[in-house]
């Protein structure tokens, strides 16, 4: 089963988990409850946690984030809730996501940080594919999944393409198709640069995406012509590595700079 940890001040929260009483049932241990930074750091030293909930005053959560960060870069992050039903929601996207990075793939070469990256790219691709419904849904997420992207700073999108080739060149060279065809792209083009992440994608029908976003605690330009500029620096970098050593001859589409991440989503207030 798996362990987690409640860090909250609030009654509401407290009372919430508190009227949860079939842990066991819905697969968890019963929850460490700390109120505060030093009573996580304590919980943590001591316990194992596979998740952590918080909700306490935003300065004290800035700490407990820069630690976890820091000391526990792979222990997902799930949302409190207010009320009984929320914690069940949370608890059970939280354990959807615990039961797929701790998979038995032992005979696969998987490990969990491989596991955890592979459903970012999932998560990813939902985004770039519009299938996120609004800045809450895309906020817990990426908690959840630990990703170290800004959501509400500008970010650049990009869709690359390869010629029609007389032969379906992905079904005879690509066998796992797009599956392997991300895979070659991210090692290509993923990189942290200039305070950006870059994410190539592979969306439905097989396009091609590179995503830069920026990253938490890294200063990054907002300035569009010097983040265009980044990005297609990078990406012409890729497409030679792709071309020298996958034999793929990709080139730019379109580039646009988005206000934020939270643009992509299909719910705008």
Request: aromatic share 8%; charged share 30%.
């Amino acid at each position: 089963m798996y362990k987690l940890l409640l860090v909250s001040d609030r009654e509401e929260v407290l009372s919430a988990f508190d009227q949860v009483r079939n842990w066991e049932m819905l697969g968890f241990k019963q929850p460490h409850i700390r109120h505060d930074f030093e009573g996580a750091k304590e919980s943590l030293h001591k316990h194992h946690a596979d998740g952590i909930a918080i909700a306490v005053a935003p300065e004290e959560e800035e700490k407990i984030i820069a630690y976890l960060q820091e000391y526990y870069p792979m222990v997902s992050i799930f949302e409190a809730g207010k009320d009984t039903a929320e914690v069940l929601r949370y608890l059970s996207e939280l354990k959807v996501l615990l039961n797929r990075i701790h998979a038995d793939f032992s005979s696969d070469g998987f490990n969990e940080q491989e596991l955890m990256a592979e459903c970012r790219h999932d998560f990813f691709r939902k985004v770039v594919s519009g299938k996120i419904g609004n800045k809450y849904d895309m906020y817990r997420s990426m908690r959840l999944l630990r990703s170290r992207m800004d959501a509400d700073r500008p970010c650049v999108l990009m869709e690359l393409e390869q010629p029609k080739p007389e032969e379906d060149k992905l079904e005879g060279r690509w066998y796992e198709g797009d599956q392997r065809l991300e895979r070659a792209l991210i090692n290509s083009f993923s990189r942290d640069t200039e305070g950006f992440h870059i994410l190539p994608l592979v969306t439905d029908g097989g396009k091609i995406h590179l995503l830069a976003a920026p990253l938490h605690g890294e200063e990054s330009s907002t300035d569009s012509s010097s983040m265009t500029a980044m990005l297609n620096e990078c990406a012409q970098d890729g497409i030679e590595h792709m071309k020298e050593y996958q034999g793929l001859d990709l080139s730019i589409v379109s580039v646009r700079v988005l206000p934020s991440l939270n643009a992509l989503c299909s719910e705008q207030e």
